[in-house]
């Protein structure tokens, strides 16, 4: 699979993490939501965020190398 593969099917993962966090967060409203969402889903958006960011400049370095292997 290629990088740009596993970025989209991590994204769309994402995407509907965020969806189905949404739906649960309007029928679960009282501190123990608040506190879930502060520990652990801020903290794996961060996370997500920066391996979209390094799944970006790892498919530039293999596009390069490709590149110059030809």
């Known amino acids: 699979m290629s990088l740009s593969g596993s970025k989209g099917l991590l994204t769309d993962a994402t995407r509907q993490l965020q ?26 958006m961060t996370s997500v965020n920066s391996a979209l960011r390094v799944i970006d400049e790892l ?7 490709h590149a110059d292997c030809e």
Do not use: P
């Not at 189905?20 to 520990?39: G, I, L, P, V, Y």
């Not at 498919?59 to 190398?65: A, S």
């Open 59 to 65: 498919d530039q370095l293999l596009q390069k190398i």
């Open 19 to 44: 969806l189905r966090w949404s739906d649960a967060r309007n029928a679960w409203r009282d501190h123990k939501a608040t506190e879930f969402e502060d520990q652990y889903l801020s903290d794996l």
